[in-house]
């Protein structure tokens, strides 16, 4: 088969193949059903509506909006439905991991590193944690850059500690109600 003859009897298959996966901006989000539905807005102004952002189970996003991206595909080149499988915001990318670090962010600053060193949080805020009962098998200690005190050092303190009774300096003996570090 002649050169020419083999580029046209090809040229059908190699669109198509170029028209699987597609770069996109993303102009519109609903994130109000099952999955997030994009608007997407393709190479030349090409516009696709309602396509289906297929997110892993147990993570979600909403990337801010102003300079979103994605990744769709779009199976046998066949643009008339398509998924997106990546939306991000260059923008507010967390940066500075060391080899094999994971971490979740967002665009407040708030970060949680899994990292060499352990399991760092960061919010620029506050942390909230809601739980009926919350346990922790090590100790907790408060103000740690600065000397703080972990919180058994603390119960020590406070089982052991005394107040002056009244103004013949008696002493009162140490509480009767002990603070204990069992659950």
């Not at 952002?53 to 979600?60: D, Q, R």
């Not at 500075?96 to 949080?121: F, M, N, S």
Request: proline share 3%; with cysteine.
């Amino acid at each position: 088969m002649e050169d020419r003859s083999l580029r046209h009897a090809l040229a059908p298959m190699w669109r198509r193949l170029q028209m699987m996966l597609a770069r996109a901006v993303v102009s519109m989000v609903s994130d109000q059903g099952r999955h997030q539905i994009l608007q997407l807005k393709l190479l030349d102004g090409e516009l696709k509506d309602g396509v289906e952002y297929i997110e892993p189970y147990g993570f979600t996003s909403l990337a801010p909006a102003g300079a979103r991206e994605a990744l769709a595909l779009f199976f046998d080149g066949d643009r008339s439905h398509g998924v997106a499988i990546c939306v991000a915001n260059r923008q507010y990318r967390l940066t500075g991991l060391k080899d094999g670090e994971v971490a979740l962010y967002d665009r407040t600053g708030q970060k949680i590193v899994l990292g060499e060193e352990g399991i760092v949080l960061y919010s620029p805020s506050k942390v909230r944690i809601e739980t009926p009962r919350l346990e922790c098998t090590g100790e907790i200690v408060d103000q740690c850059q600065s000397g703080g005190a972990s919180m058994s050092a603390m119960r020590a303190i406070y089982n052991q500690h005394t107040h002056a009774q009244n103004a013949q300096s008696n002493i009162t003996a140490a509480p009767s109600l002990q603070l204990e570090g069992s659950c």
